[in-house]
């Protein structure tokens, strides 16, 4: 995602001043009891309330059905007959919490009460009594006798903003039904009411087959992931990317005709036929996401609205900014006759002047340029603060501050929330956006998912700190280590990995179509490679592999035993988390994954060391040791590979756990793999999760010990020296 539209941090940090310094502890924090989002208003009185099986639950008038009546059921055990008349009680009722607030944040509200003699949920409607269950449940605290404590007092509590968006990025891979289920279930007990699915081609188009990848969540499937979220208060919002980011689409040869100026990336909105063919990928998913109020189009990164040879009108930013707002007006009004509210990044290339042509109904989802402010305030138009919680990283998401200055997506976040464009007009939610193109594995967002469920629903909440240590016992369980060290580590791990390789340019991908700021702009694909690697006895090389590689090589050495230290300490964690014991398996093979390359670049060197020490033996006629030498440098080489190899098979086994094969054959049909022609985007550099080992294998540590094998065996020959083991070695190639 971008660039140039978003919100600059700098700004927003300037306004509101970093985080972590915004907010002290909060009440319940001090008295050892913790709920995310932090409640708006609790009155704590002295005394804690004993919570154990001698409780009942007294539902009143409620249906057994209700989602609170099931979720108080499902996380606590209750009695029949309440001992000394303790009943947790639940009331529905119009006006039982005075918000002065929209209905549509109204319904949300509840008050919880909690004393000796009772507890009661008091709630305007089903939705905030769900929401009143979900604190109690959070609120319950364990002590080494095994007893379990509730705060009293009163909670009175609803949000501040009416919508609350978590992002389902899954573009680049297929989550498996139970492991959404699973992600609605966390959402829900974080108050969260929004998803935003962002699909491609992971939908099955009844209007389009081609379009939807092999093994494509069908429409009744994808209508049963909309039921589930319902019944939890969770509308899953269908995003499209649309006109722009549609590869997806175009890279097929029955759509070709529809690229705008011969490129994958956009589509031609000066054929009429691209908007039949977007608005019917509209229509399908409208079919299948039934319950649902909004849609949201996208709208991301247009560069070249109005661009190709059918348009009529020159190119150029006056004519890109209306064919944009065209496109939009459109959108909007093919939407609205199916009552579907529309949201969209209403950014570059529009015009303010255009802004006029899009409907107030249009909900902005980033608020793109400064001269929209009077504009949408004037139109009364509403807004999403849009954060994002992971952009560019690889491997693992920059959550936390590092080093106490710079500020981590956390941070950001709340800063975001808070002074953000949006937040002077009148926003109506956040997005928290969690961008799957740089592969990292959803399960490395929760920490930034929660941040934003805690600041869209309060934002004079906890402070970062505080929400770092209450996510640990909400996702891992009260019983689990705190593990916001091990993520700050995790974290300085993947950036030092990412650092560690060398970016030169792509030999295998043309370069991209170009960006915002023009054609053929910023476009020169990388990869990630080492650009040079041990150089064999003999050999004349301009800078050996340790000249070249001092600095990684020296990180190597310094990060190895960090690593190992991570590694251990998520090894401990598996048995020691409550729940979400998957998610440390993910962290584990992530930290494995990342200590391999540390071993691989210190062997390398150490590779390097042996063969120079190999050329001095020959230069002592001691060939007999120099052939031993050679041999310990490929076997050390070779062990690596082998290490590489099974961990690539471990990261994949663990991160199919929850989610399908990547871009897998379904019933003979394989996937089409064709690059988006303006990103170029890690997670798409292979059609399959290799996209991950592909750094290692451009190396070319194959095609080098078999070199150094032929070189060692025309020495040995040479010198007369017998080795048996090369014979075994040459099987092993």
């Known amino acids: 995602m971008i660039m140039t539209g978003r919100v600059s941090v700098a700004i927003v940090l300037a306004l509101f001043g970093t985080a972590a310094s915004a907010a002290p502890p909060t009440g319940l924090l001090l008295r050892g009891y913790s709920v995310i989002p932090s409640p708006r208003e609790v009155r704590l009185t002295d005394g804690d309330i004993r919570f154990d099986a001698g409780w009942a639950l007294d539902p009143g008038a409620l249906p057994a059905g209700d989602m609170a009546v099931r979720a108080l059921r499902a996380g606590h055990e209750f009695a029949a007959v309440a001992v000394s008349g303790r009943r947790v009680r639940l009331r529905i009722a119009a006006g039982a919490v005075a918000t002065k607030a929209a209905p549509g944040i109204e319904r949300q509200a509840y008050r919880l009460t909690i004393a000796a003699d009772g507890i009661e949920i008091a709630a305007n409607a089903a939705q905030g009594l769900f929401y009143g269950a979900q604190t109690l449940l959070q609120l319950r605290r364990s002590d080494g006798a095994g007893r379990t404590w509730l705060p009293a ?37 974080l108050k969260v009411n929004m998803i935003g699915f962002e699909l491609e081609d992971k939908f099955a188009f009844p209007s389009h087959p ?12 994808l209508q049963e992931i909309v039921n589930y979220g319902l019944e939890r208060f969770i509308q899953v919002v269908p995003i499209v ?15 070709a005709h529809l690229k705008a100026d011969g490129n994958n990336y956009q589509s031609d909105l000066c054929d009429e036929r691209t908007y039949a063919l977007i608005f019917s990928m509209y229509d399908d998913l409208i079919r299948a996401t039934k319950g649902v109020d909004y849609f949201f189009v996208s709208t991301d990164e247009i560069y070249y609205a109005g661009i190709g040879s059918r348009c009529q009108a020159p190119y150029n930013p006056e004519n890109r900014s209306l064919a944009w707002a065209t496109f939009a007006k ?9 009552n579907r509210r529309m949201l969209a990044w209403l950014e570059y290339p529009l015009l303010a002047k255009h802004l006029e042509m899009i ?16 504009i949408e305030k004037r139109k009364g138009m509403r807004q999403l603060s849009y954060v994002s919680m992971q952009g560019a990283e690889l491997l693992f998401p920059n959550h936390l501050s590092l080093d106490g200055v710079s500020s981590g997506n956390l941070e950001t976040a709340r800063a975001s ?3 953000g464009r949006a937040s002077q007009l009148d926003p109506i939610g956040v997005f928290g956006a969690a961008w799957g193109d740089s592969g990292l594995h959803s399960e490395t967002f929760w920490l930034g998912w929660t941040a934003v469920a805690q600041w869209g629903w309060n934002i004079t909440g906890a402070s970062v700190e505080q929400h770092a240590a209450e996510f640990m016992r909400f996702y891992y369980g009260s019983g689990a280590p705190d593990l916001t060290d091990a993520y700050r580590i995790l974290q300085r791990q993947a950036r030092a990995w990412e650092g560690s390789w060398d970016r030169v340019v792509s030999k295998a991908r043309g370069p991209g179509y170009g960006n915002s700021h023009g054609k053929g702009v910023g476009t020169e694909r990388q990869d990630l490679t080492l650009a040079s690697l041990p150089r064999l006895p003999g050999e004349k090389v301009s800078s050996t592999f340790r000249e070249s590689h001092a600095r990684a090589i020296a990180e190597a050495r310094r990060r190895g035993d960090e690593n190992s230290a991570l590694v251990q300490t998520l090894t401990g964690a598996l048995l020691r988390v409550e729940q979400n014991r998957y998610n440390i398996e993910v962290l584990q093979v992530l930290a494995r994954f990342i200590g391999h390359h540390w071993r ?20 002592s006629n001691k060939p007999a040791q120099s052939v031993g030498r050679m041999l310990a440098a490929y076997d050390r080489v070779q062990a690596l590979e082998r290490e590489g190899r099974e961990i690539f098979r471990e990261l994949t086994a663990v991160f199919e756990k929850d989610r399908f094969p990547k871009n897998r054959t379904v019933d003979g049909r394989a996937f089409l793999h064709v690059l988006d022609d303006t990103k170029d985007h890690w997670a ?16 070319g540590l194959a095609q080098w010990r078999k070199r150094l094998l032929d070189h060692i065996e025309a020495y040995a020959r040479q010198n007369n020296v017998p080795v048996k083991a090369l014979a075994e070695r040459r099987l092993e190639e």
């Open 684 to 699: 798409d550099r292979r059609a399959d999760l290799s996209y991950m080992s592909a750094p290692e294998e451009s190396i």
């Open 210 to 221: 081609a379009i939807g990848a092999p093994g494509a969540f069908t429409p009744a499937e």
């Open 600 to 619: 691989l670049l210190a062997g390398l060197a150490g590779a390097e060391e042996l063969l120079d020490a190999a050329q001095a033996d020959a230069l």
């Open 359 to 374: 409907p107030p109904g249009v909900i902005d989802g980033v608020v793109g340029d400064d001269e929209f402010l009077p």
């Open 330 to 338: 459109r959108a909007h009004d093919h939407l609205a006759r199916q």
């Open 241 to 255: 990317q649309s006109p722009a980011h549609l590869a997806y689409v175009l890279k097929h040869p029955q759509y």
């Open 153 to 189: 007092g009163i909670i009175e509590d609803w949000p501040d903003r009416e919508l609350r968006f978590l992002h389902w990025d899954t573009k680049h891979h297929q989550d498996r039904m139970a492991t959404l289920k699973r992600y609605l279930d966390w959402s829900a007990r």
């Open 417 to 419: 929330i808070a002074s």
